[in-house]
């Protein structure tokens, strides 16, 4: 699937008809970021859509003909902190467990920062059609562990292209 980054603190409503795209998850760590998203599309709660041993959540509905399936890394229970869980694992886990789900997914879109900082020129509402991703927590301080911990990943600047060309982005 395709893998559009958006700007985590921004509720940006898109209307426009998702025609081109039978099946989207929306991953987003944190629930109250999630909640107005979850409300204007009217999605509902899908029990069972996670492992029961799991901390995450899905909420689903159609819109535009499309299915809407959001996720969310729900809250932490290991340390009484009742938190949202954030970070690298808990959303690669709950993002490879509704793929897994979800297999004929089209687009995946990760609601969140995802390096997209003031810094670097975003502001609020930004979108971005990436080509790689590079871990930027995940530090090895063993010189040959570098690349590894990095572990950056590359897309051609094609396939970006066409994503912005034939859907809009």
């Known amino acids: 699937p395709a893998v559009m980054n958006a700007w985590r603190s921004s509720v940006v409503f898109v209307d ?4 081109r ?11 109250d970021e999630a909640k107005p998203f979850i409300d204007h599309l009217r999605l509902e709660k899908v ?12 909420y689903s509905g159609t819109h535009e003909n499309c299915k809407v399936t959001v996720v969310t890394n729900g809250k932490d229970s290991v340390y009484g902190t009742g938190v949202d869980n ?40 930004d979108v971005f059609v990436v080509t790689s991703s590079v871990n930027h927590d ?10 590894y911990g990095v572990g950056k990943l590359d897309k051609d600047e094609f396939y970006r292209q066409r994503l912005v060309d034939d ?3």
Do not use: W
């Open 21 to 31: 795209f039978h099946s989207v998850i929306v991953a987003i760590a944190m629930e």
């Open 86 to 125: 954030v970070g690298t694992v808990p959303a690669s886990l709950a993002t490879y467990l509704a793929l897994q789900k979800e297999p004929n997914t089209d687009v995946v879109v990760n609601a969140g920062t995802c390096g997209g900082f003031k810094r670097q020129g975003a502001v609020v509402g």
């Open 167 to 169: 859907h809009g982005f």
């Open 47 to 58: 029990d069972g859509f996670f492992p029961s041993n799991t901390p995450f959540l899905a």
């Open 138 to 147: 995940r530090r090895i301080p063993i010189p040959v562990f570098t690349p």
């Open 16 to 19: 426009a008809p998702l025609t």
